[in-house]
């Protein structure tokens, strides 16, 4: 009979503290959460435009702040809305680390990715990353998914836990810079040196190069079309990571025309090299 009245008196402890009031509290408080949320989204994209600069610290600092303010901002809300006993929160959170061991393991472990993530720092926020075939800009690390932005405009969302156990390779490791790779091929009886020279040339007047870094280039015998020709590959950093493909693109459009102009032979598949 006691363990019967004991519990009837816990139930109905946890039905007063469940009451309209404080459920009505708790939706105001989570869409306060939501909104300040959303202000400091507005107010980070605001930062980015007139600090361009320094766009990834930016956005850093705007996802640890939305870490936070969700984490700590929802505990201090239920706590500070329903005031429950001190072993109804202990009964609670060993209620939750149950159910997240169990029932929501996956989903436990992309949270505790997520903070190991922001700790580790295998790449940031404005990062150019390839993992697995995707390539991409990452750009949002949250408490359970990572987002990236490929080079196509998809939205790919990746669990965290996979950043933890799979390779993941980082372009610009938080700097605005990167190095970009570009190839151009060259008939083996070509002028190798005014080649080298002129794609250099097109290299250094880009209105997207980073001319603080050096450019470099590294010449290799392969095969193209089933026939032996010269790759000439050159490595130069773009100013910022977003014009990685514009950079890109400026360097080939020039350098094809600067080679054709100063007649550098090119491979030409079914004829003579």
């Known amino acids: 009979m006691n363990d019967t009245n004991g519990l009837v008196d816990g139930l109905l402890s946890i039905a007063g503290i469940f009451n309209l009031y404080a459920i009505l509290l708790l939706i105001l408080g989570g869409f306060l959460l939501w909104a300040l949320a959303q202000g400091l989204s507005t107010v ?40 429950p006993p001190k072993e109804l929160l202990y009964a609670a959170a060993g209620s939750v680390a149950v159910a997240l061991g169990f029932a929501l393991k996956d989903i436990a472990a992309s949270l505790v990715a997520g903070i190991l993530l922001l700790f580790d720092r295998p790449f940031r926020v404005g990062d150019r990353v390839v993992f697995g075939d995707t390539y991409g800009e990452i750009v949002s690390i949250g408490l359970r998914t990572v987002r990236m932005n490929t080079l196509d405009d998809n939205l790919v969302t990746i669990p965290n836990s996979r950043f933890i156990t799979d390779v993941v390779a980082s372009g610009n490791a ?27 040339e097109v290299v250094v007047t880009s209105r997207y190069a980073y001319l603080k870094k050096p450019v470099n280039f590294t010449l290799e015998e392969v095969e193209v079309a089933r026939m032996l020709a010269i790759r000439l590959r050159v490595k130069a950093y773009v100013l910022d990571v977003r014009y990685e493909k514009t950079f890109q693109s400026d360097i080939v459009k020039r350098g094809t025309a600067l080679l054709a102009k100063h007649g550098i032979a090119r491979p030409q598949p079914g004829g003579s090299l």
């Open 174 to 200: 938080g700097e605005l810079d990167m190095m970009v790779v570009t190839d151009f091929h060259l008939a083996l009886a070509a002028d190798i040196n005014k080649a080298q020279a002129l794609i250099e």
């Open 44 to 83: 980070s994209q605001r930062l980015m435009e007139k600090i361009p600069a320094r766009r990834f610290l930016i956005l850093q600092i705007s996802t640890l702040l939305s870490f936070g303010l969700y984490i700590f901002g929802s505990v201090g809300l239920v706590i500070a809305v329903l005031q």
